[in-house]
Structure formats: C-alpha cells, structure tokens
C-alpha cells in the first residue's frame, strides 16, 4: 500500500513539474480545477512583481544615463573634452540597449580625436562599429557609415593609410545595401557620395592624383543640403587643381571649401581645410598665401581646443619658416609644440622633420640626435604618403650628407623615390629629387629629373623649374664641371629667391661658393657676428691654418698630414676654434670666414 501511493506521488510531482503546476492543482477534480493554487497565484504576483521592478530600475538608470550624456554634450560643446568622455563612459555602463552603447562608443571616440592622443579613439570607434552592424536596420546601418569614415580618418593619424582602404570598401557595400532598400530616398541623404570622395582622397593621399582625377570627373558636385560631402569634394578638388597648376581655381575651389565647413564643422574639418589650401599655395608659389592660411589654421587650432590640432598647426608653421629663412620663429613655434604630447604617429613624423631641418641649418648636434629617429622614419615609410615621405626623407639625406655617411643617403633616396608611384607636387618632393642628382644613383637620378620636367609642362609651375635648376646644379657638382654648377646654382638662387623661399635661396648660393647677403640672419646660432669676426683675426698661427683646410673641406686625418701633426691635435684645435667664435659646426665656420 505504501509502494503504491509512493509511486502516486511520484507520478504526480513528474506530472505537475511537466505541466507547470502543483501537486494540489493537480488533484482538484477536473470540474473546479483552477488554473493555479493560491500558492502559484502568489508566486506568479511575485514574478510580476519583480519584473515591474525591474522594469522600473531599467527606466530609472535609462533616464539617469542620458542626464549623463546631456552632461556630457554640454562638456563637449564648452570643449572640455577629457570631462566629456568622463561622462559618456559612465552613461555606457548603464546602457544595456545596442543602438545606445553603439551611439555612446561613437562619440567617446570622436572625443577623443579632438584631445591630445587622438590615436585612442580608435579602438572606441572600432567597437562603436561592431554595434551597429550588429543589428540590420537602416538607421544602424547609416550610423556604420559614419563610423568606417572615422575610422579612415585615423588611418592617416596613425600613418596607416593603406589600411583606409578596407573601411573605403566596406563603406561602398553599406551603401549598396541602403541604396537597395531605400532607392532615391538615399540618394538624397549626405551619405550618399561620401565613399566616391573618400577614395579619391585615399588615392591623393598615397599619390596616385592622375587616378584621383578621373575618379573626381566621374560625379557632379553635391546638392546644397548635403554639406559634409560638399566639404570633401571642393577640398579635393583644390588639391587637384593645384597639381594640375591652375591657381585661380584652386584658390576659389578652397574659399567655397571653407565657406561651407564654417556652417557645420567643429574645427577639424575647417583646419584641414586650411592646411591644405596652405600647400597648394606653397607648390604654386605664393608664399604670402600661404603664410595667411597657416596663420589662420593655428588661431581655429586653438579656438576649438583641439588639443593634437595646435601642435600639428604649429610646426607646419614652422615648416614654414624655414622655408622663408626665419630660423628664429620657427624655433620658437617648434620648442612651443614640443611642450605638447606629440605621441601621435603623424606629429611624431612631422617633429622629426622640423627638428633635423632645424638642427641641420642652425649647426645643432643635440636636436639633430635628438630628432634623428628611425623608427619616425619608418612611420613615413608605413604612410605610404608622398607628403610624409618626401620631406622627412630629404632632411635625413642632408643629415647623413652632414656627417659623410654617403651609403646612408644614396639608400634614403632610393627608397624614397620607389616609394612615390607618380609625378607628385614640387612641395613634397623637390627637395629629394634635387639631391639625387648627386647622392642618389644614376637611375634614381633620372627618375628625379623626370618627375621635376614633368611638373615644369604645367602652368604655375615656378617651384618645379627652380628645383630643376637646383637638380642641373648637383648634376653639375657630381660631374665636377665648375661652370654649369655656378651657373644653373645662381638660376636656381633667383627662382627661390622671387618665390621668397630664403632657405634653398640660401642653399643654392653656397652650392655655387658664393656668399649670399642674407646670411647673417639666417641662422639663429650666429647671434653675435659682429664678434665672432673679431675672433676669427684672434686665432694663432696655427689655428688660422686649420681653419684654411678646414675651408677647403679636408677632414681632420688629411689636415693632421699636410701639417705634420697628430690627428688629436687637429681635434684640440677645432675645439678650440668653435669656443672662440661660438660656434658648433664647420658649416657655421665656413659662413663666417665668407661672410667676412
């Protein structure tokens, strides 16, 4: 009897777990069986209960979260941007919805890209772009669009251009998708052009401006309610007109560029804008342009509190500067961004280059050791970007020319110049090209020299011709024919000269021994000339003669053989000499015996 309802109850509590019910439930006969007991009815209210609660607690913190991002816009809008993405990282811990945490990621990153390391935003706009993909709807979907182009952004931030490509191609198939499914309606959204314009700038960047051209001719400009794309096509469009020569256009196309990046744009935008109207204006020779347009980049730099933007404007500033010969403001603009954290890729990249131009025109061995980074160089190498490449390589190849490391330079050259696919702007690369023709190999030579004849067929091309003739006047040099060297180093002088570009004006006048009058305020290591004149006549006897050889350009080892002394005392001597007159190179020793 008790083996039978054992088994009952058995059978029972198996039915009742398969039902859902309980075993009182179970046992009322059918004609008033209810649908739960009072226990069940009171566990039920205890589960809605809790759901209620629940629910309640999600709204609560929904709420609070977007009190917090309110708090983290306004932060963002009075350009407190480390307080800002404070905020916004705390309303993403109480975020549980996909769209909010991928809405969230957004705009942490985008914080980001406006503080000093704009490099971090990265990983946040990555995961930004793994939530909206997530989910297939159309909204999500636009908002990965805006993602993948800030992801393209950062690419040439962190000298990863190449990569940009992949986020171009993805963004191409999320357009094939929206136009499907939403037909004209998409054609109409600002979205709708942006990959067409971001592979031209990707194909500009890296160099290819014949390719970026037909991509450009291939669509119109873009409706007035569409500003963002508009933005990127006349910037685009500028840079390509001015490798084309054509100022005019360049110039208007900039103007309109700006105009309409002042409506909507936070900075970024508007500062680019101006950086590379400043770079058209320099390869198209108008340095007073140029100049204004960096002066304006720097004032929106510091405006906006874009804390990467105001180094990264103040040394190409300095660039600037020392292209027109003011080696004393560009020391200051460039020792005004080495207070900031220059730890991003591009301004590790453009530091270097300031730094080693700097160092090798002022005779300065701790900034030029301090400067001379290889794995900088190798970041403009990783670019793949002819404006990053050109300009860092060059001023290495002078600064291993400085220290006779002939190998070295001929092995920066052509690596430099395999590294650029086609003609490209005077501005990036007439430095290097001009070089090889006497440290570079025979083809890399000729392959220079082609690239310089083929900008000088373009109007407005006086920076090309006055690079060729510089290029004609190392040729020259290299064959050891005196007389072309003078003559084409004196034309190349006076086309950098009527450019205002005092530095290679200067550079070229000594290339053909002759003593620029501009020379005294040319380096800012020379501050006393007056002086050191007077101690140049001071020298002793034997000192004079060291200075004679040195003039010459006979290394210590040949001078200690012509005067019959240990190679040391040749080293005593020099130091001696440079306490004297206060100098710290044979180049400063050679413009003071010139100059006087």
């Known amino acids: 009897m008790r083996a039978t309802r054992a088994l009952e109850m058995r059978r029972r509590k198996a039915e009742a777990r398969a039902s859902g019910q309980c075993i009182v439930c179970l046992k009322a006969p059918a004609r008033v069986r209810r649908t739960s007991c009072a226990a069940c009815g009171t566990r039920a209210k205890m589960h809605v209960a809790r759901m209620r609660q629940r629910r309640s607690l999600e709204r609560q913190q929904h709420i609070h979260a977007q009190k917090v991002e309110i708090r983290g816009l306004a932060a963002r809008q009075h350009l407190a941007y480390t307080e800002a993405i404070a905020q916004f990282e705390h309303a993403l811990q109480q975020q549980t919805s996909v769209e909010d945490q991928a809405r969230l990621c957004r705009r942490i990153g985008h914080a980001f890209s406006y503080t000093a390391r704009p490099d971090l935003a990265t990983p946040w706009f990555e995961r930004a772009l793994e939530h909206f993909l997530s989910s297939d709807e159309t909204h999500m979907l636009i908002g990965a669009a805006v993602v993948l182009e800030f992801l393209r952004s950062q690419c040439a931030l962190e000298c990863r251009t190449p990569v940009s490509l992949t986020y171009v191609n993805q963004l191409f198939r999320i357009q094939e998708q929206l136009t499907r499914r939403l037909g004209m309606n998409y054609k109409k959204e600002q979205l709708h052009e942006w990959p067409n314009l971001l592979k031209v700038s990707y194909l500009k960047s890296l160099g290819y401006y014949t390719e970026s051209l037909c991509e450009l001719s291939a669509f119109t400009e873009p409706p007035e309610n569409c500003p963002v794309p508009q933005v990127y096509y006349f910037r685009m469009r500028g840079n390509l007109l001015a490798y084309q020569g054509h100022a ?349």
């Open 248 to 596: 005019e256009a360049t110039f208007q196309s900039f103007e309109k560029c700006i105009d309409i990046a002042k409506r909507f744009s936070r900075g970024s935008s508007i500062t680019r804008a101006w950086t590379d109207y400043a770079d058209c204006a320099m390869d198209l020779g108008q340095v007073h342009i140029a100049k204004d347009c960096r002066e304006r980049a720097l004032i929106i730099a510091r405006e906006r509190g874009m804390a990467w933007g105001v180094p990264h404007t103040l040394l190409r500033f300095a660039e600037f500067f020392i292209t027109t010969g003011d080696y004393s403001r560009a020391r200051n603009l460039f020792a005004e961004a080495d207070t900031h954290n220059t730890e991003t890729p591009l301004l590790q990249v453009l530091k270097a280059t300031v730094g080693v131009e700097l160092a090798v025109a002022a005779g300065d061995e701790a900034l030029l050791k301090r400067s001379l980074r290889d794995d900088v160089l190798e970041l403009a190498f990783r670019s793949q970007e002819p404006a990053r490449i050109g300009p860092i390589a060059a001023t290495f190849v002078k600064a291993a020319i400085l220290h006779r490391r002939w190998q070295r330079a001929k092995q920066l050259i052509s690596r430099a110049l395999t590294s650029i696919p086609e003609t490209n702007p005077a501005y990036y690369v007439g430095e290097l090209c001009a070089l090889a023709a006497r440290y570079g190999t025979v083809h890399d030579a000729a392959q220079a020299k082609a690239f310089l004849e083929a900008r000088t067929k373009l109007p407005h091309q006086r920076l090309a011709q006055a690079y060729l003739y510089l290029w004609n006047a190392y040729a020259a040099q290299a064959r050891r024919i005196g007389n072309e060297t003078l003559i084409f180093s004196e034309k190349a002088a006076a086309a950098f000269a009527r450019l205002g570009w005092n530095h290679q004006h200067v550079a070229a006048l000594r290339l053909g021994n002759k003593s620029p009058a501009l020379e005294r305020t040319k380096y800012a290591q020379l501050t006393d000339e007056q002086s050191s004149f007077r101690a140049l006549s001071s020298l002793t006897r034997r000192e004079r003669q060291v200075v004679e050889f040195v003039l010459r350009g006979d290394t210590n080892r040949v001078i200690a053989q012509h005067l019959a002394i240990h190679e040391h005392t040749v080293e005593k001597h020099m130091s001696s000499i440079m306490n004297r007159l206060g100098i710290r190179s044979r180049h400063q020793l050679l413009m003071i015996a010139e100059t006087s």
